[in-house]
């Protein structure tokens, strides 16, 4: 029994070495068909194949649809009033008005500070006495120069007879010489009457400019506000001197009031003067509306940026000057792609943007711009309208390489 069970083992053996190794003799020994050549080619490549793909990176990639989304562009400014300006004096004298207090609201014209005259209207007065002297004297003046002219024309006549009657031989020279003298003396008195009326009508010019100039120093003693607003300090005090330049009051608008913001070199083509903005006040969280009415052609020397003015209305002026705001301005919408960020990487040369598979399954690398950053992920042009971004392994992989990719669940 021991013998026959050797046996039957060995004949086990060499029947599964022969259907092993030499299978197409074995099936056509028993009446099977031996396998086609190009079946066996075909398992060939495909163990080929299967064994490449085992030895390929594997990688996660989502397939990704770019989406219209609203471009914004986000500064943080602050608010700033629409005018401010400090009322100085542009004269010296004494204040004799009461003070207006910090905060009370002012109106166009109002007199914020009222100084003493002084003897200023007595030389108004003076200075109209004059005029009237000055202009008493221009008739007579214009009467001397007529008479003057009048001397001369009888002093040319009386010339003119007593050269002809001595070219006749009735006159002697000694009467031509004295006429000729006549005449010279009557020119000599018209251009004195003449320098006589220049110098009335010279006397009424600056007894004039004297009248306006101390009229407008009256005028300088009532300082007024330029625009209405509100004090942001005291006026001056009763009694106090106040010299040229020296401070009246400060004087703030703040309706409409201005969000004041700096925009990068490379979102300044972005902002458009018009555009709708908005922003969230810090002191609050109150928001506001307004449109860009200001934007800088000149950027600042030491941050590169460009100055952006938003204007708001504030009626009740419950916005106050100086307040932090996060400013969001309304810009023309992009197609861009949301996706995590940890797919961002760099490739080489420190370019940002994300790896891309073919339908090849080769990698590729497509530069990207960061649009925002949300809490889903980042949103990013510059990708084609549908990409496949490898999400996962992007790092251990580079450009030309092919890749095993696995794909994201859409439903993710």
């Not at 079946?39 to 594997?58: G, H, M, R």
């Amino acid at each position: 029994m021991r013998l026959f069970s050797i046996l039957a083992a060995a004949v086990v053996v060499l029947f599964l070495a022969f259907f092993i190794l030499d299978r197409p003799r074995f099936l056509a020994a028993f009446g099977g068909q031996p396998e086609p050549e190009a079946t066996q080619s075909q398992e060939t490549e495909a163990a080929e194949t299967q064994q490449t793909d085992a030895d390929l990176v594997k990688v996660m990639v989502r397939k990704s649809k770019a989406t219209q989304v609203d471009s914004a562009v986000i500064l943080r400014g602050q608010t700033e009033a629409a005018r401010q300006v400090e009322v100085r004096s542009e004269t010296s004298a004494i204040v004799i008005s009461e003070p207006l207090r910090k905060g009370a609201r002012i109106t166009e014209g109002e007199t914020m500070c009222k100084l003493d005259p002084g003897t200023r209207q007595a030389m108004v007065q003076e200075w109209r006495a004059r005029l009237k002297e000055a202009e008493s004297r221009v008739p007579e003046s214009e009467a001397r120069v007529e008479e003057a002219r009048a001397r001369l024309e009888e002093a040319r006549i009386n010339q003119n007879a007593a050269s002809r009657l001595n070219q006749d031989g009735f006159a002697s020279q000694t009467r031509v010489a004295t006429a000729d003298a006549n005449v010279a003396a009557a020119e000599a008195g018209v251009s004195s009457a003449s320098s006589g009326l220049r110098a009335a009508l010279s006397g009424i010019e600056s007894a004039t400019a004297s009248i306006a100039a101390a009229e407008k120093e009256i005028e300088r003693l009532t300082i007024k506000a330029p625009f209405s607003g509100l004090l942001e300090s005291d006026t001056a005090e009763l009694g106090s001197l106040l010299q040229p330049g020296a401070l009246c009051g400060t004087v703030i608008q703040l309706d409409p009031i201005k969000l004041v913001g700096f925009v990068p070199e490379t979102e300044v083509n972005r902002v458009t003067l018009g555009a709708q903005a908005g922003a969230r006040l810090a002191a609050g969280g109150s928001d506001v509306t307004g449109d860009v009415v200001f934007l800088s052609r000149s950027a600042d020397p030491q941050t590169r940026t460009f100055r952006v003015e938003i204007e708001v209305p504030n009626p009740d002026l419950a916005i106050r000057d100086g307040q932090t705001a996060e400013i969001v301005i309304a810009s023309d919408g992009v197609q861009a792609h949301l996706i995590p960020q940890s797919a961002l990487t760099l490739n080489d040369e420190g370019t940002l943007g994300v790896r891309l598979v073919d339908a090849e399954n080769v990698v590729q690398f497509a530069p990207i711009t960061l649009m925002r950053d949300t809490a889903d992920g980042v949103w990013v042009t510059g990708l084609p309208a549908t990409a496949d971004i490898i999400t996962v392994g992007q790092e251990y992989v580079t450009a030309g390489v092919r890749v095993a990719p696995t794909w994201e669940d859409l439903s993710q």
